[in-house]
């Protein structure tokens, strides 16, 4: 029933508005005006607007930098995550510029150049020279961006380290991540999806003598200031182990191993400590507090960033940066694969 | 000359044709082999596939912003998949999933250049048809029936394809990694494969028809730009569309005869398979060899439509033709060289990706001259702001906008920590699909009177445009502030990370932009359709335009023009050229004596 009233009311809706521009064209006949036709009071009008909207595109990104500027997320913590984030501030800024230089631009010139009945155009094919200028000039500020850019991809890539990084599996299925370490002798022992099954989620094959120190874990735990080398295998399908507040991420494919290596730098409770993150926890602690949830600690976090099926949404999991004598510890509460098998 | 003597064939081809042609119903509207008709059978369904892709956005984005509240919209269109208006998560992702597959392919390739290349091609060289009226007729069929079955697949029992717009295996491949990769994916791959076939026969036609059926006069430098677009366009899609074939043959392969060429190593649901060798890696490699030419075949129509409403409402001549010819040419062949950078985290070689950041930075250089020459057009032009013009100067605030953020993505070292994130979505949304359906937009409202002789309501489009670009703008940019709080996309509630919990505002204001979006293309629609029957009569060159089309009558016919096909004497831009009392120049005018031409 209420179907056929809407179906009814849209009807009579449409109806109405062609009525309405059926008067509105009447009346353009009667005036002798062809209503298609752009008056100069059409040009007046819409070239104000261009205008007024220039100014409020600005206006309202400066506003979102003010109102949103906190939400982002909060310093590096990583050794590489400083060098990213500084060229990233650096493109970020030149990039800032460009807007606030051409949209206003373009905007102005549809507003002052708006058309007049007795309006005359400036015949005006081309200039070499300003075309010149403008392939020149973002040729270099791009071959600066690119060079440095790859200096700063190679880094990241194949960082150069004193210490040897400490070796860590992270093993992505539906929905879950596991995290495997290497052990005392810091090698991962061979392992296959095919020797999954019962206790043995991961599918490590046992009998292979780096295994035998090999533990799993439901929480990544890292010393602060050790290298550490991440191992990414995935069961079923494509996952991404995206680490933000590190600057990490890399795809987890099913059939093949792929790594990323870096150096956590701030632990989980100096972090804590950082004003924007207290601002942070403060703002959503008083939205959750509102809603009746329970309070909330801030935690690093490994998300999925790879479309994974109906439970993407959440795939997560804790890392805890720690001191080395904490970590230490944690690790002495570890059982083995062996043992727990 | 030679162009000249085809001409006159193909003039001769068609007076024969219409001595044994009785047009009915049938050949007229449906099976047509004229490009006029094909255009607009193009657009219609098009638009008709628009209003879809664009309602599912509307869905998705009010679980988006208010995840906790039952909607009793959702049950009425989704059924089982949102008991009691709660949506289920599979269903938002086979939302995504469609809204993706048809915005891109279906709206942004098949209906923008689909209707624009064959509108135009013919009318802007002076030609009386394409080269093959009947490879034309079969293109707009496979794309019919393409999306056809794209839409018989939102019905199907284990619900459509949701793997995303990209159908990455072994997600796509396994029925049993996710509902949607049953029957669904089936359909989304045999819908694609129809609408690769279509995609191919309109463009050898659109090549063709434009290296062979020049009037006389028409060199390569005098083409509109529009048809330089088109032409490039339909070399990107020949080069790149058969790679996405094979990749989806072989996902086909995979998924029903066994075959193990993107699979390897799997247990999906507690079940061993026994595929062993593949590689996931392989199908986004074959994916985006043709997934970023795609973005170009998307936006260079776009941007040819541009070009032309630029300069006609500027009154000026476009801003160094030569300059943007090349440009496009520059852009068509990175696009073949950068589809790396959408895969700078998937494991591929590092070495493979300073490669790919260092081609894709350099398309920066040819976008922005394209930019600064738009700008440069307006500058002291009589500009008259039609709402085709307003879209055209929206397309170059968003194609400057989103272009932007391209520089950040394109940087492999940036792009790893917002990959995938929302800062993403924003970025390819603003510089490709807003982009692009501006364009379409602009496109629709310049050539209105050359598809149905009418013209549309300019208030009814000043409103439209004004509310379009202002919930564009709404919707795309508070995106990139939640991409860089580190929300990663397609994901269906963000409630499971309270660090995420203070962007519930942010998603709120991009959902209620969202819905007002949407709503003011009931306007546009109705414009649209009560133009085409009730709208005034279109004078023969409404804008005042020089290029050919508007030489032809308003009424259509088969052929074009009624008599000889008018000859071309200079570029399409003198617009307010000195020594001339009008402000505007038909290309098929004669040069004046002593006139400099181009």
Sequence with gaps: MTGLLMVIVLFLAVFAAAQIMRIYELSAKVRQEREYEVTDKDNNTQGRLMLLFGIGLIVSFFWMMAEWGEIMLPRPSSLHGVEIDRLWDISMWMIIVMFILIQPILFYFAYKYRGRKDGQATYYEHNNRLEFIWTFVPAVVLAVLIIYGLTTWANVMNPKNDEEPMVVELYAQQFKWTVRYSGEDNTLGFANVRLVGGANTVGVDTTHANSADDFLATEIHLPVGRPVLFKFRAQDVIHSAYMPHFRAQMNCVPGMETHFQFTPTVTTAEIRQDPNVQGKVSRINALRQAKGLELYEYDYLLLCNKICGSAHYNMQMNIVVETQAEYDAWVKEQKTIAETL | ?598
């Design chain 2, 1 to 598: 000359m030679a162009s000249h003597e085809h001409g006159n064939d193909h003039t001769h081809d068609h007076d024969h044709d219409h001595e044994h042609h009785v047009e009915n119903f049938w050949t007229k509207y449906i099976f047509s082999q004229d490009h006029k008709m094909i255009g607009k059978q193009f657009l219609i369904t098009g638009m008709f596939m628009g209003i879809i892709g664009v309602f599912m956005s509307m869905l998705f984005r009010l679980q988006l912003a208010w995840p906790d509240e039952k909607f009793a919209i959702l049950e009425t269109f989704l059924g089982k998949w949102a008991p009691e208006g709660q949506m289920d998560p599979n269903m938002y992702l086979a939302l995504v999933t469609i809204h993706g597959t048809i915005m891109v392919f279906f709206v942004l390739t098949a209906g923008l250049s689909g209707t624009f290349s064959n509108l135009l091609i013919p009318l802007q060289i002076g030609a009386r048809d394409m080269a093959s009226g009947f490879l034309n007729m079969l293109s707009y069929w496979f794309f019919a029936a393409s999306s056809v079955v794209m839409l018989v697949s939102l019905f199907v029992e284990t619900g459509p394809a949701s793997g995303g717009w990209t159908v990455y295996p072994p997600l796509s491949a396994l029925p049993q990694a996710m509902p949607g990769s049953g029957a669904g994916m089936t359909l989304w791959l045999i819908s694609m494969t129809l609408f690769i076939a279509g995609s191919l026969l309109g463009s050898l036609n659109y090549i063709v028809t434009i290296i062979n059926l020049r009037t006389k006069g028409m060199a390569m430098t005098r083409l509109p730009l529009t048809i330089w677009a088109f032409l490039v366009t339909a070399i990107l899609g020949v080069l790149s569309f058969p790679v996405l074939l094979s990749a989806a043959l072989l996902l086909m392969f995979d998924r029903m005869l066994g075959t193990s060429f993107y699979l390897s190593d799997i247990m999906v649901a507690g079940e061993l398979l026994h595929n062993e060798g593949g590689s996931p890696v392989l199908y986004e490699h074959l994916f985006w060899f043709l997934g970023h030419p795609e973005v170009y075949i998307i936006l260079l129509p776009a941007l040819g439509i541009t070009s032309e409403v630029i300069a006609t409402n500027s009154r000026k001549p476009i801003f160094g033709y030569r300059a943007m010819i090349g440009s496009i040419l520059a852009i068509a062949f990175l696009s073949f060289i950068v589809w790396g950078h959408h895969m700078f985290i998937t494991g591929m070689n590092p070495f493979l990706g300073s490669v790919f950041t260092f081609t894709t930075l350099l398309i920066a250089i040819p976008s922005a001259v394209k930019a600064f020459n738009y700008i440069t057009t307006l500058w002291k032009g009589n500009i008259q702001l039609t709402p085709a013009m307003l879209f055209s100067i929206g397309l170059v605030s968003t194609f400057v906008a989103g272009g932007l953020t391209g520089i950040i993505l394109g940087d492999s070292a940036l792009d790893i920590n917002v990959h995938d994130t929302y800062f993403v979505v924003a970025h390819f949304h603003i510089v490709m699909g807003l982009s692009a359906i501006f364009g379409m937009f602009a496109g629709v409202y310049h050539w209105f009177p050359k598809m149905y002789r009418r013209m549309m309501n300019k208030g009814l489009g000043y409103i439209h445009f004004w509310l379009t670009f202002i919930s564009a703008y709404g919707v795309f940019f508070p995106m990139h502030f939640t991409g860089l709080a580190g929300l990663p996309r397609r994901y269906y509630s963000n409630a499971e990370f309270p660090i995420f919990d203070e962007l519930q505002d942010i998603n709120v204001i991009i959902s209620m932009f969202a819905i007002l979006g949407g709503i003011a293309q009931l306007i546009f629609i109705f414009n649209f359709f009560y133009s085409m029957w009730r709208g005034p009569k279109a004078p023969q060159n409404p804008w005042r335009s020089n290029t050919l089309e508007w030489t032809a009558p308003v009424e259509h016919m088969h052929g074009n023009w009624p008599g000889e096909i008018p000859s071309v004497y200079r570029w399409p831009y003198d617009y307010s050229k000195p020594g001339h009392d009008e402000d505007f120049v038909p290309q098929n005018t004669p040069l004046k004596e002593g006139e400099v031409g181009h």
